[in-house]
């Protein structure tokens, strides 16, 4: 979606994607980026879900709100199935580095996804690449395609392609 087709009340969620790659750019270590950049992505599927009206995010947990999200298919939408499974991807990392002390391929694992991310999603470039700074791209990349779900709002509060 071009800049042209963003409605005028989301506007500003361009700085979004800023915000996060700044905030996790400050980082050095991956297994924080990992951690960071989750909360970045669950506080991004707070946000959609609020705008679809989605009661009782609050207290849901990642994976939930990415149930939630999938409740409301956006199936027909070109990004859909790359937000949907990079999603459960870190999902899935995060909760290996939480509950697998042996876990040691972070930085590995979270590389590949963030080349996932973009070859397949456009996002906006603030450094040069390097291994670290690809995954924080990746988050940034992927919260601006998260809250790009909240432009197919009608006014009945349902998904529309």
Same mark, same amino acid.
């Given at each position: 979606?071009?800049?042209?087709?963003?409605?005028?009340?989301?506007?500003?969620? @361009?700085?979004?994607?800023? +915000?996060?790659?700044?905030?996790?750019?400050?980082?050095?270590?991956?297994?924080?980026?990992?951690?960071?950049?989750?909360?970045?992505?669950?506080?991004?599927?707070?946000?959609?879900?609020?705008?679809?009206?989605?009661?009782?995010?609050?207290?849901?947990?990642?994976?939930?709100?990415?149930?939630?999200?999938?409740?409301?298919?956006?199936?027909?939408?070109?990004?859909?199935?790359?937000?949907?499974?990079?999603?459960?991807?870190?999902?899935?990392?995060? !909760?290996?580095? +939480? @509950?697998?002390?042996?876990?040691?391929?972070?930085?590995?694992?979270?590389?590949?996804?963030?080349?996932?991310?973009?070859?397949?999603?456009?996002? &906006?470039?603030?450094?040069?690449?390097?291994?670290?700074?690809?995954?924080? @791209?990746?988050?940034? &990349?992927?919260?601006?395609?998260?809250?790009?779900?909240?432009? @197919?709002?009608?006014? !009945?509060?349902?998904?529309?392609?």
């Amino acid at each position: 979606m071009n800049k042209k087709e963003i409605p005028e009340e989301f506007k500003i969620d @361009h700085l979004f994607e800023l +915000a996060v790659w700044g905030n996790l750019d400050r980082f050095k270590d991956t297994e924080l980026i990992l951690l960071k950049g989750q909360l970045y992505l669950e506080t991004t599927m707070s946000i959609v879900l609020e705008r679809f009206e989605v009661k009782e995010i609050d207290n849901k947990s990642f994976y939930k709100k990415m149930k939630e999200l999938e409740k409301l298919k956006f199936s027909d939408l070109k990004d859909w199935k790359i937000i949907l499974s990079s999603l459960h991807y870190i999902n899935f990392l995060r !909760n290996k580095l +939480a @509950h697998d002390f042996r876990y040691k391929s972070a930085a590995e694992d979270l590389s590949e996804w963030a080349d996932k991310i973009r070859d397949n999603l456009e996002g &906006t470039k603030y450094s040069n690449y390097t291994k670290r700074t690809k995954i924080v @791209h990746a988050f940034s &990349t992927l919260s601006n395609h998260i809250l790009a779900l909240s432009y @197919h709002i009608n006014k !009945n509060k349902k998904a529309v392609s």
